[in-house]
């Protein structure tokens, strides 16, 4: 008999994340390259969508809901009935039946995914409807999941400050792209991309949480005069980018601002970096900071939970209670991570040594391992 993990993969086929749809497409794909002897890895996915399951090779079946992805939120969030349920389902986020179901008599596990605390910490920076669906489906979550997934244990300790989750919450990181390296066209790409080289690179946007006017502050107070690239700016965010970079002392001609990149174009721009910022101290999985670990990019971040278990040893940590000491900090972190070709690739290779504990194919096994637990 063949025991069949069912895995939502809404973001794969409808993606309204891109963060999130690769998050899906890896998760899935490692399941696939990593179930044991006599399982298999199902998807399921909302009617329409412009994306193809086909990429993920191995996939052993699909079931398409009746509903299109806006609908399925929306009867999901309700606790409707969507045809869905029944067997062992895993949803990288949280969109998922979170109904009542019977794990002792009939088997049925449902676990979701939460990567990122902000809707809670931070909710001003979202959409009232995100918000409050987010806060719905934690209360499904703790009514009806047989587990939480989350990637950190600093996460979790918060999580469990805010629900009550219990044991039920579990900890598995997320990692950079399968195959992420630096591709062998990247000075082509980066032409491409209109980008110069040797630069700064830091991700986000212009939300308070993301703290990118401290990491510009940083930079500016390094005396360092580089070009300084951001990475996931928002379509539409980047006047507001520009001013918290002038505000902070980087002028408009340095910056080079661009938005969500696949993973080739978005590895070609580590490739040009001589240094990654990560300035934001919110409960969210740091996706970029992996991604640097991942292709040896001299590290600087500002203190957090997340940030010391993620990075542990693999760049500088910058701790500070205030924003002036913050950028201070960072500032004289980025002068000493620069000043010399043996300081940036001392660097580099703590990075890289770091990068390596982090692997989808691993969080795939614990992913199995979670199940069968359950």
Request: glycine share 10%; charged share 20%; proline share 6%.
């Amino acid at each position: 008999m063949v025991a069949t993990l069912r895995v939502m993969l809404d973001q794969v086929v409808a993606p309204t994340d891109p963060i999130l749809a690769e998050a899906s497409r890896e998760l899935a794909a490692a399941l696939v390259r990593r179930a044991p002897e006599g399982c298999a890895v199902e998807a399921i996915a909302p009617a329409g969508g412009s994306g193809d399951l086909d990429e993920i090779p191995g996939i052993a079946g699909a079931q398409r809901t009746a509903l299109a992805r806006r609908e399925l939120v929306t009867a999901l969030q309700l606790g409707v009935g969507t045809g869905i349920g029944g067997g062992m389902i895993h949803s990288p986020t949280m969109l998922a039946p979170l109904v009542r179901h019977s794990r002792t008599h009939d088997h049925d596990q449902t676990v979701v995914t939460l990567w990122d605390l902000g809707p809670w910490e931070s909710p001003d920076e979202y959409s009232r409807n995100t918000v409050s669906w987010h806060k719905a489906m934690l209360k499904r979550a703790v009514k009806h999941a047989d587990a939480v997934v989350v990637p950190t244990h600093a996460i979790a300790d918060r999580l469990g400050e805010i629900s009550k989750l219990g044991k039920r919450i579990r900890v598995i990181s997320g990692a950079a792209p399968h195959t992420f390296r630096v591709p062998s066209d990247e000075v082509g790409r980066r032409r491409v991309l209109n980008l110069p080289e040797g630069y700064i690179l830091l991700s986000g946007g212009p939300g308070a949480s993301l703290a990118l006017d401290i990491g510009f502050g940083g930079v500016a107070a390094s005396g360092i005069d580089l070009p300084v690239v951001i990475l996931d700016v928002p379509e539409g965010s980047e006047p507001a980018v520009a001013d918290l970079a002038s505000a902070a002392g980087v002028p408009e001609h340095r910056l080079h601002m661009r938005g969500s990149l696949d993973a080739a174009d978005r590895a070609a721009v580590y490739g040009g970096a001589l240094a990654f910022v990560a300035p934001s101290r919110r409960s969210a999985f740091p996706w970029r900071v992996v991604d640097a670990l991942a292709l040896g990019v001299p590290l600087v971040a500002v203190e957090s939970p997340v940030h010391t278990e993620i990075i542990a040893d693999g760049g500088t940590i910058v701790p500070g209670a205030d924003a002036p000491t913050l950028r201070d900090g960072l500032a004289d972190a980025l002068s000493t991570a620069l000043e010399s070709t043996e300081s940036a690739d001392r660097l580099a290779v703590m990075a890289a040594d770091r990068g390596r504990s982090f692997s989808w194919n691993e969080s795939a096994e614990r992913v199995w391992q979670l199940h069968a637990e359950l």
